[in-house]
Structure formats: C-alpha cells, structure tokens
C-alpha cells in the first residue's frame, strides 16, 4: 500500500465522549496514515499491525503554536490493560518538552525526551484502547521533569498530578484515535 489513508469517521464509531477529546487542530502523521480528528484506526490495510510494530513515532503538527512559546507533548493510554479495567492507567508511551513553537509547526518534535516513543500495543482481547495525544503550553520559568518513581515505570502515571505540579493547564491541543490488537 502506497501514500497515505484518509480515514473517514462517522459520529457511529466513536461516542460523543471520544470525539469531544479532540481540539486544537493537531495532526499526528504516520509513514502512511494521517490522523487530523479522532478516530478508529481500521483493520483494513495492515494499519492497526503496522502502527504497533512497523512505525516509529509520528510526526506531530500544530499549526497553532507560538514562535515564541515552548511545549509539552504527552501521549498516554487511559485503557490500559483494558478499557474496561484501566488499572494501569495512564501508561505513558511517550513524554517531550521544550518543544519550541517552530517545531510543531513544521510537524518536527525536537526537545527533551523524558520517555521515549513507544507504540500502541495493546494486548490480544482487550477491545479498543484510546491512545491520546495532548500538546500543553510549558511555563517558560519552568524545568519539567519526571521524579524518580515516575521514571521506574510508564504503567499507572498519575497526568493529573503532573500537569498540576508544572503548572500547565489545560491543553492547548489534543487528538486520540482507538486501536485494538492488530489480530483481534
């Protein structure tokens, strides 16, 4: 398969809920697929098969940063091991800041990686996982850094807690799609 899937959604593959998450105009571009609203990866074309073991990470746009402002961007599962029993919610897959806002821009993520990117992987029979991607603004006084308890381990991160002990708000931009294991 050559180029990249358009992926078509529909308000009947994802609840209401699913597609409010999604604002601020951000665009997650893998080799062959482009994701610029929430959506349900599909089956069809190896997609799902190759976002959990082909792909690196993505490409992040957001046309709405600030030349002069820096960044944080987070991407977490909340589903994890399941939608239905996230016990180990939030596993961080992926953890970058001091994003300059030229960067996202140009669709390129150049800061400090506090987690490496690791695909969506979710186990066999676990149904859809959502996998979020969420851009904050970072105070400019402010080292962002992760404590030593979160650094032992990406299952169970509290985002909560983090976004509140940097101070950052609300975020400025944000996109999931569902994907479930690539055999299910």
Aim: aromatic share 12%; net charge negative.
């Amino acid at each position: 398969m050559l180029g990249f899937v358009y992926v078509e959604t529909s308000s009947d593959s994802l609840s209401t809920l699913d597609l409010s998450f999604c604002y601020g105009g951000l665009e997650v571009i893998y080799p062959e697929l482009d994701i610029d609203r929430c959506l349900v990866i599909p089956k069809e074309g190896n997609l799902r098969e190759k976002l959990s073991i082909e792909w690196r990470d993505p490409q992040i746009f957001y046309p709405g940063a600030n030349m002069n402002k820096t960044y944080v961007l987070v991407m977490v599962d909340p589903d994890a091991p399941s939608r239905s029993n996230p016990k180990a919610a939030y596993w961080r897959h992926w953890l970058v800041t001091d994003i300059q806002g030229e960067s996202l821009k140009n669709g390129e993520v150049h800061g400090t990686t506090l987690t490496d990117y690791h695909p969506p992987t979710p186990s066999p029979m676990t149904g859809f996982h959502r996998y979020q991607f969420m851009v904050f603004e970072q105070p400019s006084d402010v080292m962002v850094s992760l404590t030593d308890e979160e650094k032992s381990s990406r299952a169970s991160w509290n985002l909560q807690v983090f976004v509140t002990r940097f101070n950052f708000g609300s975020p400025v931009a944000a996109l999931q799609y569902l994907t479930q294991h690539y055999k299910d």
